[in-house]
């Protein structure tokens, strides 16, 4: 969300492409993480159909998020309003999901 603040705040042309670095290098490190993730808590049985899930699921709503991202322009928004938006989504996410975490943490 961070990444897409930026790009929606951003009119220089150095700073969008900043933003677009910290966007890739934050997406690598994700799904670098939640791949070490799954490998260390899928049973061996079952490792190649979590991990197959995993790659629909990411492609899928990356997918969405293209969608979305180009029929909100052709509504009449502009690039930095789409940025903002998806911005928006990701933070809410990453919310929904920090309280989430929060009280499963908890509830041990």
């Not at 966007?23 to 079952?46: E, W």
Request: charged share 15%; proline share 1%; glycine share 10%.
């Amino acid at each position: 969300s961070f990444s897409f603040a930026g790009m929606g705040s951003s009119s220089s042309f150095h700073g969008i492409c900043f933003f677009t670095v910290v966007r890739g290098a934050a997406t690598g490190t994700l799904i670098i993480n939640a791949s070490l993730l799954l490998q260390k808590i899928t049973r061996k049985d079952m490792y190649g159909r979590v991990l197959s899930v995993d790659l629909m699921l990411t492609t899928f709503f990356s997918t969405v998020s293209a969608f979305a991202g180009g029929a909100l322009e052709d509504m009449g928004k502009t690039p930095e309003d789409v940025s903002l938006a998806m911005a928006f989504i990701g933070f809410s996410i990453f919310i929904a999901w920090g309280y989430y975490f929060i009280r499963e943490r908890d509830s041990f």
